[in-house]
């Protein structure tokens, strides 16, 4: 089973910090996508890669980073983490190649940032 | 641009009562279409998928028929158990072009099922 994994499920951190969020698949996924999810919002793409070193803006970059060094591994990083950044951060990945890519995407278990 | 409208909820319903998530899309060309299922603290996992017109995704008694003239991808059961209490999202997914494989979701439908 492909498995999805961020580093921790609950993240409590101080305005102005700068947060790292990691997350690792084990599939050999050129796809990774980091969603952050809000009551009522549903979940909306921060930013995605389809390749190392290789990153694109999703809907609502602003305030936030990522880093693709290995294909494995995708960290979103919080620049100057503020109160408005709290949320539930998802990470997922998926296949590019053939049908494999109507699989869709596979999801970490969630981390849950609280900004204080 | 693409995106998904899904039914608002939340949706209560007693056990073994029929189930149905209404769900509708829009697209340029022709996408994949995905119900996910979140269930209290966790991440989302794939509940079922299509892939085109008239395909039938099914799982776990769940069904979602791929409707192109209505754009469409209903989420249906027959009779929902305590344990299919969760957020239920529907999402589609490019099939090509510059955005291959990223989704697009709806906000989400909270069901509670009460025994």
């Known amino acids: 089973d492909v498995k999805v994994t961020q580093s921790s499920r609950y993240l409590v951190k101080r305005t102005g910090e700068k947060v790292f969020l990691e997350c690792v698949q084990d599939m050999d996924h050129e796809n990774m996508f980091w969603y952050r999810q809000d009551p009522g919002l549903g979940l909306r793409l921060i930013y995605f890669?389809?390749?190392?070193?290789?990153?694109e803006k999703g809907d609502i970059p602003e305030g936030y980073s990522v880093s693709r060094e290995k294909k494995e591994r995708f960290s979103l990083i919080l620049e100057s983490a503020s109160t408005n950044q709290t949320s539930m951060y998802l990470c997922a990945s998926s296949s590019q190649t053939g049908t494999a890519g109507y699989l869709g995407a596979f999801f970490g278990q969630g981390t849950r940032l609280t900004v204080v | 641009g693409d995106s998904v409208t899904q039914m608002e909820g939340p949706v209560t319903l007693s056990e073994e009562a029929f189930l149905t998530i209404n769900c509708t899309y829009t697209?340029?060309?022709?996408?994949?279409l995905f119900w996910y299922v979140q269930y209290p603290g966790e991440g989302l996992q794939l509940l079922l998928k299509?892939?085109?017109?008239?395909d039938k995704g099914s799982n776990k008694g769940f069904e979602a028929t791929y409707r192109k003239e209505t754009t469409s991808f209903h989420l249906e059961k027959g009779s929902v158990q305590v344990s299919d209490s969760a957020v239920y999202f529907c999402a589609l997914s490019d099939q090509w072009g510059s955005t291959l494989g990223r989704l697009y979701f709806g906000r989400g439908t909270q069901l509670t099922v009460w025994p």
């Open positions: 890669s389809y390749d190392v070193k290789m990153k």
């Open positions: 299509a892939t085109k017109a008239d």
């Open positions: 697209a340029t060309g022709y996408p994949s």
